[in-house]
């Protein structure tokens, strides 16, 4: 009858999981730029949205109104190469906020890829 190898696998669920450990971490690595990816494409979202918004106040408007809420919504870490552009149509304004996608931790390093969100408001009428 054979005897039960009870003692000779200690350690082995730590030997394993070390040789996971790398494979581990790159997939949080992955997941949280894509966190930060998506949370770009919010924020250029956001500041196109209410720079669209000021440039139809009634009380001081205008492209310069556009371009100054817009940049103003971007956080300081975005901040650096962001850019908002603000264009009059008919009977509309549309902004335009481009922001570059930073590498793992905001205000480190940029890629090479801008995300950019657009919005548009109808201008409101006096009356």
């Known amino acids: 009858m054979r005897r039960p190898l009870g003692g000779n ?13 790398p494979l581990i971490l790159l997939v949080l690595v992955l997941l949280w730029q894509c966190v ?7 924020l250029a979202a956001h ?6 918004r000021a440039a139809t106040a009634l009380e001081g408007g205008g492209a310069g109104a556009c371009q100054t809420a817009a940049e ?3 956080p300081s870490a975005w901040r650096a190469d962001a850019e908002a552009t603000c264009v009059p149509g008919a009977g509309l304004w549309k902004a335009t906020v481009r922001i570059s996608v ?3 931790f905001p205000g480190a390093d940029v ?3 801008r995300v950019t969100g657009t919005a548009g ?4 009428a006096r009356g």
């Open 9 to 21: 696998d200690r350690g082995q669920v730590s030997v394993e999981f070390m040789g996971l450990l």
């Open 36 to 42: 930060l990816v998506g949370y770009t494409y919010s």
């Open 47 to 52: 500041a196109a949205d209410r720079g669209a």
């Open 72 to 74: 103003g919504q971007v």
């Open 102 to 104: 930073p590498v793992l």
């Open 111 to 113: 890629f090479h890829w």
């Open 121 to 124: 408001a109808a201008k409101e």
